[in-house]
């Protein structure tokens, strides 16, 4: 059995605020634990004691926030950005490096998985 929580299946028995945390792009364990507070839920609550009218104030908290697709897209943007200004950053991605500093000598699969040329 799930709960739906802003157009995401979350298992029933799961503490609240690690299902927001871990199904939920853009909200972490801190977001969500301030999201159970404004909607006022103690720390232990689990998803299947939620009613009706907690579920939407829940997403309407995720709604004010840039969370799932909006957020991918901001950040996809902003890469677009480095690349278009030709800064370092830009650069490195546009390369499929390491953006941050990270050395290529030895580790650099992941860099080369994620930046890729598309």
Do not use: W
């Not at 950053?89 to 994620?114: C, E, F, I």
Request: hydrophobic letters at 35%; glycine letters at 8%.
């Amino acid at each position: 059995m799930v709960v739906h929580v802003f157009g995401k299946a979350i298992k029933h028995n799961q503490l609240v605020h690690l299902g927001l945390a871990g199904n939920i792009f853009g909200v972490g364990p801190h977001v969500a634990k301030t999201i159970c507070a404004k909607v006022g839920l103690y720390p232990q609550m689990r998803m299947n004691q939620l009613n009706e009218s907690q579920i939407m104030s829940i997403n309407k908290e995720l709604s004010e926030m840039q969370v799932e697709h909006q957020l991918k897209l901001k950040i996809h943007n902003d890469i677009q950005l480095k690349k278009k200004i030709k800064s370092y950053a830009g650069q490195r991605h546009a390369d499929g490096y390491p953006v941050r500093g990270q050395g290529t000598r030895s580790n650099a699969r992941t860099a080369k998985k994620l930046n890729s040329r598309r």
